[in-house]
Nanobody, 121 residues
Framework: QVQLVESGGGLVQTGGSLRLSCAASGSIFSIGTMGWYRQAPGKQRELVATVTSDGSTNSADSVKGRFTISRENAKNTVYLQMNSLKPDDTAVYYC???????????????WGQGTQVTVSS
């Protein structure tokens, strides 16, 4: 079994910054793509940013230039640095990892429990 534990959410004013972390533990051989998603009240979950195992990143247009995703493979951890936060960024943020549990596979997608980010105006 694999567990993802998130931290770093909270309440911040418009223009402020937060850094989210998500650490994986358990039966892990390797981790492929890591990502952050968010879900605001009454809305569908949406992609925020992803980072592949070779470090290539992708992010939603709404966060480009403000959010930065990174990973630390030795710690099985993914980060999301969020700057210039806006009220529209208010949501529950979830991390997701594609985990290979053994050398011969299989591969599973795991999600974190979610962390609340609230940006006040």
């Amino acid at each position: 079994q694999v567990q993802l534990v998130e931290s770093g959410g909270g309440l911040v004013q418009t223009g402020g910054s937060l850094r989210l972390s998500c650490a994986a533990s358990g039966s892990i051989f390797s981790i492929g793509t890591m990502g952050w998603y968010r879900q605001a009240p009454g809305k569908q979950r949406e992609l925020v940013a992803t980072v592949t195992s070779d470090g290539s990143t992708n992010s939603a247009d709404s966060v480009k230039g403000r959010f930065t995703i990174s990973r630390e493979n030795a710690k099985n951890t993914v980060y999301l640095q969020m700057n210039s936060l806006k009220p529209d960024d208010t949501a529950v943020y979830y991390c997701k990892m594609i985990v290979v549990v053994r050398a011969t596979g299989p591969t599973y997608a795991y999600w974190g429990q979610g962390t609340q980010v609230t940006v006040s105006s």
